[in-house]
């Protein structure tokens, strides 16, 4: 023992083992520091159970990032049909302008996307058939004269022939030729006059006044409408009558069609509502009721062409138009969540229920069919519970 010290070591031993000892215990202060750091805070403060339960006391900085809400019950539509829609002209109420005889375009009245009434003029023509039907006219009008003076002749012939049969002047079959040429006279004039309505009917339809040569035929809307079509200009001859010159559709309704897959198509019948919406009017819904149901299935998209009737009388629906086109068969009153509220675990779909304060237990659920932002569930949680909404991956087990 140094007599100084009363240590068995020197002096400068000493200073070596304090020197050694207090590296020693700094070196375990720095060990134990970086491992406080490097453990999470967090952790430290949950208490997750065996059944999932995550249970956090009241300062834990998770409970910020997360948030709470009531479930909610709605009525949710089941067996529903959705499928993508489009807006028809109703063809019911389309018709074609045509020409009602070969000539020349004289003047368009109208405009592609015109409003016209019916009996509107849409175009003029001058054609070498008009005056001809205005010659059948006047040549059936002679036609009746002539068959009324022999009907007139013919009359008297057989009131002559029968003063002279009453005296013995003529045998009876002087009478008898007569009386035959006396009903020949009178189909003649019958037959006449048949020929003359024919002509005058004609001349009717072609919007022309009798005895009148030169005039032009005047092709009227047949009903009033839009002008979806025109495909003629003034001057343009035009020998097909039976080729279209105009569209003219009325879109005061308009159907909207959709191709229903063959599975789903027993839930609609004839007259049932149809709510369609379209990416032209977003958040607003149109009513419609059935009105066709394809006979055949498609048999390469195995779909069934459904069509609806849609009121247009404020002319916002315009054909071509796309949509979705939704039927509900049957509804039933489930608890809804927001979307976000339900989160994947293991391949199952869970929600997160707050049993108290700053405890959330896990419960699997099982949903249906989303509508808009919300999830029904089918089961698994009631109405009225409390469950995270937002924040719930905060939750799940690492």
């Given at each position: 023992m140094h007599p100084r010290f009363g240590s068995p070591f020197p002096p400068r031993h000493f200073l070596f083992l304090c020197l050694a000892g207090g590296c020693a215990a700094l070196a375990g202060c720095g060990s134990q520091s970086s491992t406080i750091h490097a453990a999470s805070p967090h952790a430290a403060l949950?208490?997750?159970?065996?059944?999932?339960?995550?249970?956090?006391?009241?300062?834990?900085?998770?409970?910020?990032?997360?948030?709470?809400?009531l479930v909610k019950s709605a009525e949710v539509p089941l067996d529903e049909v959705?499928?993508?829609?489009?807006?028809?002209?109703?063809?019911?109420?389309?018709?074609?302008?045509?020409?009602?005889?070969?000539?020349?375009v004289s003047s368009v009245m109208v405009?592609?996307?015109?409003?016209?009434?019916?009996g509107q003029t849409v175009l003029t023509l001058e054609s070498p058939d008009a005056d001809a039907a205005q010659s059948t006219y006047l040549q059936a009008q002679a036609g009746l004269t002539q068959a009324q003076a022999n009907l007139n002749k013919a009359q008297s012939d057989c009131d002559r022939a029968d003063d002279l049969y009453k005296h013995g002047a003529v045998a009876s079959k002087e009478v008898l030729t007569a009386q035959n040429a006396l009903e020949q006279a009178k189909a003649g004039v019958v037959q006449a006059k048949a020929a003359l309505e024919q002509a005058a009917r004609r001349?009717?339809?072609?919007?022309?006044?009798?005895?009148?040569?030169?005039?032009?035929?005047?092709?009227?809307?047949?009903?009033?409408?839009?002008v979806l079509d025109l495909s003629v200009s003034p001057g343009e001859y035009r020998s097909d009558p039976n080729?279209?010159?105009?569209?003219?559709a009325d879109?005061?309704?308009?159907w909207v069609a959709s191709d229903v897959p063959e599975n789903v198509i027993r839930f609609i019948q004839i007259g049932e509502r149809i709510d369609v919406t379209l990416g032209a009017y977003p958040g607003e819904t149109f009513h419609a009721r059935a009105t066709r149901i394809a006979d055949m299935v498609d048999p390469l998209?195995?779909?069934?062409?459904?069509?609806?009737?849609?009121?247009?009388?404020?002319?916002?629906?315009?054909?071509e138009m796309y949509g979705i086109f939704r039927?509900?068969?049957?509804?039933?009153v489930l608890p809804v969540v927001p979307f976000g509220a339900v989160v994947q675990e293991g391949g199952k779909s869970m929600v997160w229920v707050e049993e108290a304060p700053g405890c959330f237990r896990p419960v699997q659920v099982k949903t249906g069919d989303r509508i808009d932002s919300m999830l029904p569930l089918l089961s698994g949680i009631k109405a009225g519970q409390r469950v995270v909404v937002d924040g719930a991956m905060l939750l799940r087990s690492q």
């Amino acid at each position: 023992m140094h007599p100084r010290f009363g240590s068995p070591f020197p002096p400068r031993h000493f200073l070596f083992l304090c020197l050694a000892g207090g590296c020693a215990a700094l070196a375990g202060c720095g060990s134990q520091s970086s491992t406080i750091h490097a453990a999470s805070p967090h952790a430290a403060l949950e208490d997750r159970l065996a059944d999932g339960t995550v249970e956090m006391p009241p300062d834990s900085p998770k409970l910020r990032d997360i948030r709470v809400e009531l479930v909610k019950s709605a009525e949710v539509p089941l067996d529903e049909v959705v499928s993508p829609g489009r807006i028809e002209v109703n063809p019911n109420r389309v018709s074609k302008v045509m020409l009602p005889l070969a000539g020349r375009v004289s003047s368009v009245m109208v405009r592609l996307g015109d409003s016209v009434e019916r009996g509107q003029t849409v175009l003029t023509l001058e054609s070498p058939d008009a005056d001809a039907a205005q010659s059948t006219y006047l040549q059936a009008q002679a036609g009746l004269t002539q068959a009324q003076a022999n009907l007139n002749k013919a009359q008297s012939d057989c009131d002559r022939a029968d003063d002279l049969y009453k005296h013995g002047a003529v045998a009876s079959k002087e009478v008898l030729t007569a009386q035959n040429a006396l009903e020949q006279a009178k189909a003649g004039v019958v037959q006449a006059k048949a020929a003359l309505e024919q002509a005058a009917r004609r001349l009717g339809i072609l919007g022309l006044k009798t005895g009148e040569f030169g005039q032009q035929v005047v092709v009227a809307a047949p009903i009033s409408g839009k002008v979806l079509d025109l495909s003629v200009s003034p001057g343009e001859y035009r020998s097909d009558p039976n080729a279209p010159l105009a569209t003219i559709a009325d879109l005061s309704t308009v159907w909207v069609a959709s191709d229903v897959p063959e599975n789903v198509i027993r839930f609609i019948q004839i007259g049932e509502r149809i709510d369609v919406t379209l990416g032209a009017y977003p958040g607003e819904t149109f009513h419609a009721r059935a009105t066709r149901i394809a006979d055949m299935v498609d048999p390469l998209t195995r779909t069934i062409k459904v069509r609806a009737e849609l009121d247009n009388s404020r002319g916002r629906l315009r054909p071509e138009m796309y949509g979705i086109f939704r039927h509900t068969e049957t509804t039933r009153v489930l608890p809804v969540v927001p979307f976000g509220a339900v989160v994947q675990e293991g391949g199952k779909s869970m929600v997160w229920v707050e049993e108290a304060p700053g405890c959330f237990r896990p419960v699997q659920v099982k949903t249906g069919d989303r509508i808009d932002s919300m999830l029904p569930l089918l089961s698994g949680i009631k109405a009225g519970q409390r469950v995270v909404v937002d924040g719930a991956m905060l939750l799940r087990s690492q």
